[in-house]
T-cell receptor
Framework: GQNIDQPTEMTATEGAIVQINCTYQ??????LFWYQQHAGEAPTFLSY????GLEEKGRFSSFLSRSKGYSYLLLKELQMKDSASYLC????????????FGTGTLLAVQP | GAVVSQHPSWVICKSGTSVKIECRSL??????MFWYRQFPKQSLMLMAT?????????EQGVEKDKFLINHASLTLSTLTVTSAHPEDSSFYIC???????????FGQGTRLTVV
């Protein structure tokens, strides 16, 4: 079966750094996505990893280790507007972009 | 990024009626569209995958006769919730992917409330 695990909730302070972990066990692997989702809205794309290593994009970075089935999203210089759910999703094969989502991590940024 | 438009953004319907949700790719040809459902405080669950011109592939546990999907063109897919019941109340989101595109783009989502 397919399984993706993320912490349910996290709290961090404005200006700090937070790391959100994701572990996965899937029947196939084409790549891993991170999305941000504010309540009542659709997810917005943050990052995509297909090879091992770190991808950096501004305040957001994402890391992947395929051998360990592990990824993390790193958010730097946290802002209040970063309070949202962060979804880890794996493209597990078959049709491209067929994603299985983790349960999401609800991040609360406090002053 | 590419634009995917989903309509309506929210809808309230009576139990037993049917509701149609549209998903359009505005600036690219979507060879594949995906329909997800999200209950409060839960993650997105894939309901079905549709390819233009062919029948949709439904995930296990999703009733194909209740959730009718049509992908008649490269820019439009529709999801019809037939004989809706209160337990069908949810947030429905589509995403669209095209040839050679790394990521799928999401529509804005549709909040369905069945009363």
């Amino acid at each position: 079966g397919q399984n993706i695990d993320q912490p349910t909730e996290m709290t961090a302070t404005e200006g700090a750094i937070v790391q959100i972990n994701c572990t996965y066990q899937t029947s196939g692997f084409n790549g891993l996505f991170w999305y941000q989702q504010h309540a009542g809205e659709a997810p917005t794309f943050l990052s995509y990893n297909v090879l091992d290593g770190l991808e950096e994009k501004g305040r957001f970075s994402s890391f992947l280790s395929r051998s360990k089935g592990y990824s993390y999203l790193l958010l730097k210089e946290l802002q209040m507007k970063d309070s949202a759910s962060y979804l880890c999703a794996v493209d597990y094969g078959g049709a491209t972009n067929k994603l299985i989502f983790g349960t999401g991590t609800l991040l609360a940024v406090q002053p | 990024g590419a634009v995917v438009s989903q309509h309506p953004s929210w809808v309230i319907c009576k139990s037993g009626t049917s509701v149609k949700i549209e998903c359009r790719s505005l600036d690219f040809q979507a060879t594949t569209m995906f329909w997800y459902r999200q209950f409060p405080k839960q993650s997105l669950m894939l309901m079905a995958t549709s390819n233009e011109g062919s029948k949709a592939t439904y995930e296990q546990g999703v009733e194909k006769d209740k959730f009718l999907i049509n992908h008649a063109s490269l820019t439009l897919s529709t999801l019809t919730v037939t004989s809706a019941h209160p337990e069908d109340s949810s947030f429905y989101i589509c995403s669209a992917a095209g040839t050679g595109v790394t990521e799928a783009f999401f529509g804005q989502g549709t909040r369905l409330t069945v009363v």
